[in-house]
């Protein structure tokens, strides 16, 4: 089992910036990736970011490329989420989300979620 807890979010103005953290704990996967998705009100769970542990491979989702950034850190089992520029539309819950494969192929794990909320 593995358990992701997820830190950050809060209150941004457009146009600023704002960071998540996703540590991950348990039967943590050597490989496999990890990373995001979010859900906005009304609308489906739509993928952000995702990141291998184990090589360099980092993919979006098309409405953040450019503006967000995934990082890890392998000895802490944690990975990051900065997001800078943020838009109205970027206002929904986060979810941290973990796979022993591509993650917009599978997600075994969830986090708790995010709010992140962006006032125009």
């Known amino acids: 089992q593995v358990h992701l807890e997820e830190s950050g979010g809060g209150l941004v103005q457009a146009g600023g910036s704002l960071r998540l953290s996703c540590a991950a704990s348990?039967?943590?996967?050597?490989?496999?990736?990890m990373g995001w998705f979010r859900q906005a009100p009304g609308k489906e769970r739509e993928f952000v970011a995702g990141r291998s542990w184990s090589a360099s491979i980092r993919y979006y989702g098309d409405s953040v490329k450019g503006r967000f950034l995934i990082s890890r850190d392998n000895a802490k089992n944690t990975m990051y989420l900065q997001m800078n520029n943020l838009k109205p539309e970027d206002t929904a819950v986060y979810y941290c989300a973990a796979s022993p494969r591509r993650l917009t192929d599978e997600v075994a794990y969830w986090g708790q979620g995010s709010q992140v909320t962006v006032s125009s």
């Open positions: 348990g039967r943590t996967f050597s490989t496999g990736d």
